[in-house]
Nanobody, 124 residues
C-alpha cells in the first residue's frame, strides 16, 4: 500500500507563487512517473505536469514557462513550483504516482496511486 500526501495549496494573488509538495509513504519498490493533475469546477481533470524517474518532464501548454515539476527520489517526493499564477490556475491539484511494488504472493507489479488533493485559489 502506498499513500500520497499533498501540501502547499492555498490562496494567492494573481502573479504570485506557490510550491506544492507530494510525499509518498508505505511500501514501494520503485516510483516511476510522478505527476500533478488539476480539476477546476465544471471542468475535466487534466494533466498539468509529469516527471519520469530519470527526470524527463512534460507540461500542459498553458503552464509552460510558469510551472516547474521536480522530484527528490530519496524522499519519494514530487514538487510543483508554480509562478506567475493566474486565476485560470484555480483548481484542486492532485498528485499521482505510478509505483512498482513487490509482494511475496504476486511478485513485482505496478499500480497507480492518487493523493487526496489540495486546493489552489488564485484571486485578488
Amino acid at each position: 500500500q502506498v499513500q500520497l500526501v499533498e501540501s502547499g495549496g492555498g490562496l494567492v494573488q494573481p502573479g504570485g507563487s506557490l510550491r506544492l509538495s507530494c510525499a509518498a509513504s508505505g511500501s514501494s519498490f520503485n516510483i516511476n512517473t510522478m505527476a500533478w493533475y488539476r480539476q477546476a469546477p465544471g471542468k475535466q481533470r487534466e494533466l498539468v505536469a509529469a516527471i519520469t524517474s530519470g527526470g524527463s518532464t512534460n507540461y500542459v501548454d498553458s503552464v509552460k514557462g510558469r510551472f516547474t515539476i521536480s522530484r527528490v527520489n530519496a524522499k519519494k517526493t514530487v514538487y510543483l513550483q508554480m509562478n506567475s499564477l493566474k486565476p485560470e490556475d484555480t483548481a484542486v491539484y492532485y498528485c499521482n504516482a505510478d509505483v512498482g511494488l513487490y509482494s511475496s504472493g504476486r511478485g513485482y507489479y505496478t499500480n497507480d496511486y492518487w493523493g487526496q488533493g489540495t486546493q489552489v485559489t488564485v484571486s485578488s
